[in-house]
């Protein structure tokens, strides 16, 4: 039985600048948003839905048995959108926790879902996400590739001190790749989508960093995978190829 207190969202929508349409691109049979989607659901970890803008991604998502909320069109992030969906979902306040859940990670695993929420027992914690160890040349130096930069709290998780598209930190020693998979305090959620882009969210071109820099506590979980993003033609060709045989 999923958790009544947790709200799984999935922020969806076609206007994607590099790959346009994405949430509805066949993938081994079946739309994208309906792979996350499902991966979501059989975590469960709480109720799951779609939060979009666009009445055909709805329609795909409720085809397949799974829920749907419309939402605005002039959200600026996708941490916007779920904020809507939630207040839509649960106006009377039940949830507790909200998971934001990508909807071009159709390779995500079910561990990885579950992975996110156990920092969030800490109530010191305001926001929990992933990272994984980076072992390639490649990983390390991509601009697209964001690393988390912590400390160790015990055991797999860290707390966030910072987060970067640079190679960061210099000299030996591990460096993780962050995931953008997040689980907010519902309190939390309510206090980042209130404040102002920060100085160095607009430098980085990374929303995270608001939260931070409002004092806000990140913790992430070190887990052993990194699902694939889909956000170009050639990500969406590996998708398929990975789900194809699975």
């Given at each position: 039985?999923?958790?009544?207190r947790?709200?799984?969202?999935?922020p969806?929508?076609?206007?994607?600048?590099?790959?346009?349409?994405?949430?509805?691109?066949?993938?081994?049979g079946?739309?994208?948003?309906?792979?996350v989607?499902?991966?979501?659901?059989a975590?469960?970890?709480?109720?799951?839905?779609?939060?979009?803008?666009?009445?055909?991604?709805?329609?795909?998502v409720?085809a397949?048995?799974?829920e749907?909320?419309?939402?605005?069109?002039?959200?600026?992030?996708?941490?916007d959108?779920?904020?809507?969906?939630?207040?839509?979902l649960?106006?009377?306040?039940k949830?507790?926790?909200?998971?934001n859940?990508?909807?071009?990670?159709?390779?995500?695993?079910?561990?990885?879902?579950?992975?996110?929420l156990?920092?969030?027992?800490?109530?010191?914690v305001?926001?929990?996400?992933?990272?994984?160890?980076?072992?390639?040349?490649e990983?390390?130096?991509a601009?697209?590739?964001?690393?988390?930069?912590?400390?160790s709290v015990?055991?797999?998780?860290?707390?966030?001190?910072?987060?970067t598209?640079?190679?960061?930190?210099?000299?030996?020693?591990?460096?993780?790749?962050?995931?953008g998979?997040?689980?907010?305090?519902?309190?939390?959620?309510?206090?980042?989508v209130?404040?102002?882009?920060?100085?160095?969210e607009?430098?980085?071109?990374?929303?995270?960093?608001?939260?931070?820099?409002?004092?806000?506590?990140?913790?992430?979980?070190?887990?052993?995978?990194?699902?694939?993003?889909?956000?170009?033609?050639?990500?969406?060709?590996?998708?398929?190829?990975?789900?194809s045989?699975?």
């Amino acid at each position: 039985m999923t958790d009544p207190r947790i709200l799984v969202l999935i922020p969806a929508r076609m206007a994607a600048t590099r790959l346009p349409g994405k949430p509805l691109a066949d993938i081994a049979g079946l739309p994208m948003i309906v792979h996350v989607m499902r991966r979501a659901e059989a975590a469960g970890i709480g109720r799951v839905a779609v939060a979009t803008d666009t009445a055909e991604i709805a329609s795909v998502v409720t085809a397949h048995g799974g829920e749907a909320v419309m939402t605005r069109s002039d959200h600026p992030s996708g941490s916007d959108r779920i904020h809507e969906a939630m207040q839509e979902l649960d106006p009377s306040g039940k949830a507790e926790i909200v998971v934001n859940l990508q909807g071009d990670f159709p390779t995500i695993t079910i561990d990885n879902i579950r992975e996110v929420l156990p920092p969030l027992d800490d109530p010191a914690v305001d926001i929990a996400t992933l990272a994984s160890q980076i072992h390639t040349a490649e990983e390390d130096l991509a601009p697209s590739v964001v690393k988390a930069v912590g400390t160790s709290v015990g055991g797999r998780r860290m707390r966030a001190l910072y987060f970067t598209r640079a190679t960061a930190p210099t000299g030996d020693g591990p460096r993780y790749h962050h995931i953008g998979l997040y689980a907010y305090r519902r309190a939390a959620l309510e206090r980042y989508v209130r404040l102002p882009p920060s100085p160095l969210e607009l430098q980085e071109k990374l929303e995270q960093l608001r939260a931070l820099e409002a004092g806000m506590r990140i913790d992430f979980t070190i887990v052993d995978t990194v699902p694939r993003g889909v956000d170009t033609p050639a990500d969406l060709e590996t998708a398929r190829s990975i789900l194809s045989k699975s």
